[in-house]
């Protein structure tokens, strides 16, 4: 079936599963790509006040950049500030309390391109001045694969070279952090750049970017043990935190978003845990981050089934694990003022 949107989400609906526990959402975005043939094309303030305020005690979010709202004049390398200061405003206007008590885009990421080495010290400055209180770090993402019907946005081993390692220590020296969106195979790379940079904090979005469609629909039991490794190796670097999420893209290789019936948060919790869990076992959960990257995996289930299912998954956790997981991380790692 084609992607169903909210009409098709609210065909499974659920009571709301412990109300009480906060929440901060470490990872969504905020865009209008009304011109792209996307799902879920505008996804604003409204649209996030919608689903934050869907039963679960949100008390802050995390934007991360999404390409959007970039300048469309000046100089390249600056361009990504409009995003930023688009955000801002957005986070002023949720500040108010008008859209809900949870404080949205309470931590900003932003976008910069740290393969300008030390000439990336002046986009870092643009894009604080444009944030003063709100921006804490950069994604830059460095997707990667050998195959061509994959896309790419980044050259092979980039994460290696000089100019990038020197941008990540200017990073570092500003004390920001670097948000890592990248494949699976790319994982010992990342393990080999947090070693190399030590001193700065990296966040790595969306379980490692495990990979089970297209080229890699068959990979099997292979295919896992890859990803395992990868996790490992990076989960051996104290300065690397990581996201719990992002399976509702499709390209992990469910096929939640193509049902006549959405998911419940029973099946997904289910079919999330093994994945969630063995990233809990390598980083511990003071190191973990529950994130619902919407609107994205918004294409697979509704932000309350969700939640509901990472509840469900957490159980057998402690109440101080969970809190971590649920909140108390991201809290932590984007300096966010409860």
């Known amino acids: 079936m084609p992607f169903g949107g909210d009409d098709w989400l609210a065909l499974t609906a659920e009571p709301t599963l412990e109300p009480e526990i906060p929440i901060c959402d470490p990872h969504h975005h905020l865009w209008d790509y009304r011109s792209q043939r996307v799902p879920y094309q505008r996804y604003l303030l409204h649209e996030l006040a919608a689903d934050i305020n869907s039963g679960h005690n949100v008390r802050s979010t995390v934007f991360v950049e999404a390409r959007s709202m970039y300048r469309t004049e000046g100089p390249e390398e600056l361009r990504s500030v409009g995003e930023v200061e688009f955000v801002q405003g957005q986070a002023a206007a949720s500040a108010s309390g008008l859209y809900g008590p949870g404080r949205a885009a309470a931590a900003i990421v932003g976008n910069a391109d740290l393969k300008l080495g030390d000439r990336v010290e002046p986009v870092l ?27 790419n946005r980044e050259t092979p081993g980039v994460m290696a070279t000089s100019n990038f390692l020197a941008g990540a220590r200017v990073l570092a020296r500003k004390g920001m952090s670097l948000e890592g969106w990248m494949y699976f195979p790319q994982l010992p790379e990342l393990a080999d750049f947090a070693r190399a940079v030590p001193e700065l904090t990296i966040i790595l979005d969306h379980i490692g970017g495990l990979m089970r469609t297209g080229p890699y629909a068959n990979g099997g039991d292979e295919l896992m043990a890859t990803w395992r490794s990868g996790i490992a190796a990076v989960a051996a ?18 096929d939640w978003h193509q049902r006549d019936q959405p998911i419940g948060s029973e099946e997904l919790a289910e079919s999330m845990a093994p994945l969630l869990n063995y990233c809990i076992e390598q980083f511990g959960p003071s190191r973990c981050m529950f994130e619902s990257n919407f609107p994205v ?6 932000y309350h089934v969700m939640y509901n299912a990472f509840k469900r998954l957490s159980k057998g956790y402690s109440a101080t694990e969970r809190a971590d997981m649920f909140h108390d991380t991201a809290v932590r790692v984007y300096r966010i003022e409860v």
Request: charged share 20%.
């Open 125 to 151: 400055d643009a894009l604080q001045a444009a944030s003063p209180n709100r921006f804490r770090g950069i994604r830059h993402s460095v997707v990667s694969d050998p195959h061509p019907e994959v896309e």
């Open 237 to 254: 670097c104290p300065n690397v935190n990581i996201k719990l999420g992002g399976i509702g893209m499709p390209l992990t290789g469910f």
């Open 297 to 302: 995996d918004k294409v697979s289930f509704s």
